[in-house]
C-alpha cells in the first residue's frame, strides 16, 4: 500500500508551498486510519525538504513518479522515498531511498548491525544500506509486477545530516559488501547521489509503473524459490526421517488449501525433529507459490537457523534473512496478510508487557495474520512467566478467530542418540513429569557421565570439539552477566565462577551471541539456554548451579531464587516458589537435551551430586 504517491512535478510543488508533510499526514489517516506520531510528522516535513533538493537539482523528468511511506505488503514495514522512471534505454526502474536523520553512529562487531541514538539512548540497529537493500530484496522476490516484468530494481541510503568521520564506523570493512548492493550516501555527497537517481529514473514516465507495484500480487518468484531449493539440495541438516516426513506433508497438503483459515498445532518434546520440519515447511511452502514466513521469538534460533541453511555464504544469507522474522512484528498486520506463518519454538510466544513488544499477545497477532499457521510447541520448554505458548492457549485464540485446528504429535526420538529412556530418565530425576521408561539407555549410543570438577567437564568437552564434533560448554543461569557498557562486549570477563575449584569462564559474548552455537570462539565461552534452545550439537557438558538444589531429608529438588540470576525469568516469582522451581528444571532438562551423541553434567550443589550420581547408578544399560 502506497500512503502518499504523485509525479516529481507535483511533489516539488507541495515542498515549495510548505504542503507536502502535510498532504503525507493526510493521506496517512486515510490510508491506516489513524494518525501519525509528532516525530513522523517531524521526519517527513524535514527529510522532504531534502529529497526535494536531490530530486530538483537531479533534473529528472517532472513525470517520474514518487511514493512516500511505501507500506510494504504482509508487513508492518514501510520505505521513506521510491521514484520511478526510465533510463536513457528506456529500461524501467525504481529506486527505493532509506532516509536518516543521524548525526553518529558506531560500528558494532556483528554483521550488519551498527548503533546510533533512538529515542535518547544509544541502541544497535540494521546498518542503513542493509535496510535499503532488504526493502527491494523483498519486493524483488515477493511482488509480481516486478518479478514478471522488465523492471529493475535499485536501492540507497540518504543520511542528509551525516558528517563524515575519519574513520567512518558506517563504511567499516564488515560493512563493505552490502553498501556495495545499497549505496550509502552522506551529507556531502548530494551530487552523487543526485548523479545516481538521474542514471536510472530520468527519462520519466513512472507514474504506470507505480500503480503496477502498488497492485502487485505478493508470492514468491521462481528465482527466490530456485535460491531456497538450492540451499536445502545436499543439506544434511535438513533430511526429514519417518513421521517427520509425514508432519511435513500434512503441513503442506493443508496449507495449500487456503479455503479457510486454519491453526497446525505440531507437538514435541526434544530432538523430536520440530526446526526439521519447520524449516522444510518454509522451503516445500515457497515452492508452492505460498507467502510463507519463518517465525521464532529467539533471534538467536533465527540466526543459527539461516547460517546452517547458507553456510556462511554472505549475498545468500542476506537474502534468506528476508524470509524469517521475529514473533513480535505482526502486532500491526492486518488479516491474512500471509498465506502461512510458520512458528517454530511456539513455547516462547510471549504476552503484555514482554520486552520490546508493543502488542497484547503473539499468538493472536499471528494467528489474525496468517491464512494458515503452523506452531511447533513443547509445553515443557517455557523457561520464563511471560512464555505463553501452550497449547490450550494457542487453542483458545484459534478457536476464538474462527480458525481450523489440526493438531499432531511427533514421538520419535532423533536427538540423544534416540535414546529416549534418557530423556525420560532426566524427566523423573528432576521431577519434571512421571515417565514410564526411565530406568536406563544403551550407554554405547548416547554417553551420558557425571563429573567431579568443573574443569574436566571443559577438558572433555574441548577435546570432542578438537576432534571434529559439535561440542559446547552450557550452563544454568546461576551466575550474573557482566553487561557490554561494563566492558564485556564479547566475554571479557569471567563472570561464572566456581571459586571452590578455581573455574573462571566468561558467558557467551554479546557480539557473538546470535550466532554464537556456531561461532569459532564459542568453545571457549560458556552458553545458556537463551543461545542454545531450539539448537544441537554433538556434545554438552552442563554445570547445574546452585539455582537448582537437592534437600537430602526431604528426597526433593528445589531452587534457589537469589541464586537464579534471570531478573526476567524470576520477575514475579520470589513468593512463587513451585512456579520457579519448574521454570528452572525445564531450562536444566532442555540443556541436557542439546546433545546428539554425549552430554556430561557437573553440579555445584554436592548434595545434587551425590543424589544424581545414586539415580545414575540404577541405570541399567
Known amino acids: 500500500m502506497i500512503v502518499y504517491s504523485s509525479s516529481v ?10 504542503k507536502i508533510a502535510v498532504n503525507i499526514e493526510t493521506a496517512f489517516i486515510e490510508k491506516l486510519g489513524k494518525r501519525p506520531s509528532v516525530s513522523e510528522w517531524r521526519s517527513w516535513n524535514n527529510s522532504m525538504q531534502f529529497m526535494e533538493r536531490i530530486i530538483r537539482n537531479s533534473k529528472v523528468a517532472d513525470d517520474c513518479g514518487v511514493m512516500i511511506e511505501y507500506n510494504i505488503p504482509a508487513t508492518s514495514k514501510r520505505i521513506d522515498f521510491i521514484i520511478a522512471g526510465r533510463d536513457d534505454k528506456q529500461n524501467r ?40 537493500w532488504s526493502y527491494r530484496q523483498f519486493i524483488v522476490d515477493m511482488n509480481t509486477a516486478v518479478y514478471n516484468q522488465d523492471v529493475t ?80 539440495e545436499g543439506n544434511s541438516d535438513f533430511v526429514l526421517l519417518d513421521e517427520q516426513k509425514v508432519a511435513y506433508e500434512t503441513i503442506v497438503a493443508l496449507a495449500k488449501k487456503q479455503d479457510k483459515k486454519r491453526t497446525i498445532i505440531i507437538k514435541g ?19 508452492h507459490s505460498l507467502n510463507t514466513k519463518f517465525v521464532a521469538p529467539n533471534s538467536s534460533f533465527r540466526n543459527v537457523m539461516v547460517e546452517m ?102 514421538h520419535a526420538q532423533f536427538r540423544c542418540a534416540g535414546a529416549e529412556g534418557y530423556l525420560n530418565w532426566v524427566d523423573d530425576v528432576l521431577g519434571i513429569q512421571n515417565t514410564g521408561n526411565f530406568n536406563g539407555w544403551d550407554k554405547e549410543f548416547f554417553d551420558f557421565r557425571i563429573v567431579d570438577t568443573p574443569h574436566r567437564l571443559y577438558d572433555l568437552i574441548k577435546d570432542k570439539q578438537e576432534n571434529g564434533h559439535k561440542a559446547r560448554l552450557l550452563a544454568g543461569y546461576a551466575w550474573s552477566w557482566t553487561p557490554p557498557k561494563q566492558g564485556n562486549a564479547n566475554g571479557q570477563i569471567e563472570d561464572v565462577i566456581l571459586e571452590e575449584h578455581d573455574f573462571r569462564m566468561p558467558w557467551n559474548g554479546y557480539a557473538i551471541r546470535e550466532s554464537w552455537a556456531i561461532h569459532p570462539d564459542g568453545i571457549n565461552q560458556v552458553g545458556c539456554v537463551h543461545t542454545t534452545q531450539g539448537l544441537e550439537f554433538d556434545y554438552v557438558g552442563v554445570i547445574i548451579g546452585n539455582d537448582l538444589r537437592y534437600d537430602a531429608a526431604t528426597g526433593t529438588i528445589y531452587s534457589d531464587y537469589k541464586d537464579y540470576k534471570d531478573k526476567t525469568g524470576k520477575k514475579g516469582l520470589k513468593d512463587d516458589p513451585v512456579r520457579l522451581n519448574s521454570l528452572i528444571k525445564n531450562i536444566y532438562k532442555i540443556l541436557m537435551s542439546r546433545g546428539i551423541k554425549g552430554c556430561y553434567i557437573y553440579c555445584r550443589d554436592q548434595e545434587l551430586q551425590k543424589y544424581l550420581m545414586e539415580r545414575l547408578a540404577k541405570t541399567t544399560e
Open 93 to 132: 526502474n525504481f529506486i527505493i531511498v532509506e532516509l536518516k536523520q543521524w548525526e553518529e553512529a558506531w560500528s558494532t562487531e556483528k554483521e550488519d548491525i551498527v548503533k546510533t541514538s533512538i529515542n535518547g539512548g544509544v541502541r544497535e540497529t540494521t546498518h542503513p544500506s542493509y535496510q535499503a
Open 9 to 18: 512535478a507535483d511533489f516539488k510543488e507541495a515542498v515549495d508551498d510548505n
Open 269 to 287: 518434546g526434544p530432538g523430536t525433529g520440530k526446526s526439521v520440519i519447520s524449516m522444510n515447511a518454509l522451503g516445500g511452502l515457497l515452492r
Open 153 to 232: 530494481a535499485h536501492s540507497v541510503a540518504f543520511l542528509h545530516n551525516y558528517r563524515e568521520k575519519n574513520p567512518e564506523p558506517l563504511k567499516s570493512e564488515q560493512y563493505e559488501k552490502t553498501i556495495a548492493e545499497a549505496p550509502l550516501f552522506l551529507s556531502h555527497e548530494t551530487k552523487k547521489l543526485q548523479e545516481f537517481i538521474f542514471k536510472y529514473v530520468g527519462k520519466g514516465k513512472g507514474m504506470q509503473l507505480l500503480y503496477e507495484i502498488e497492485n502487485g500480487k505478493i508470492t514468491p518468484s521462481k528465482s527466490l524459490v530456485d535460491h531456497i531449493n538450492a540451499l536445502f
Open 309 to 410: 541453511l547458507t553456510k556462511q555464504s554472505s549475498r545468500s544469507k542476506m537474502r534468506t534473512k528476508s524470509l524469517f522474522m521475529g514473533s513480535g512484528s505482526f502486532v500491526e498486520t492486518a488479516s491474512d496478510q500471509f498465506d502461512v506463518l510458520i512458528v517454530d519454538e511456539a513455547h516462547r510466544l510471549k504476552g503484555k508487557g514482554a520486552y520490546m513488544y508493543m502488542g497484547q499477545n503473539q499468538i493472536e497477532d499471528i494467528v489474525k495474520s496468517a491464512k494458515t499457521s503452523v506452531f511447533f510447541i513443547d509445553d515443557i520448554q517455557r523457561i520464563r512467566p511471560d512464555d505463553i505458548g501452550t497449547v490450550a492457549e494457542v487453542k483458545r485464540i484459534a478457536k476464538e478467530l474462527g480458525s481450523e485446528i489440526h493438531e499432531y504429535s511427533l
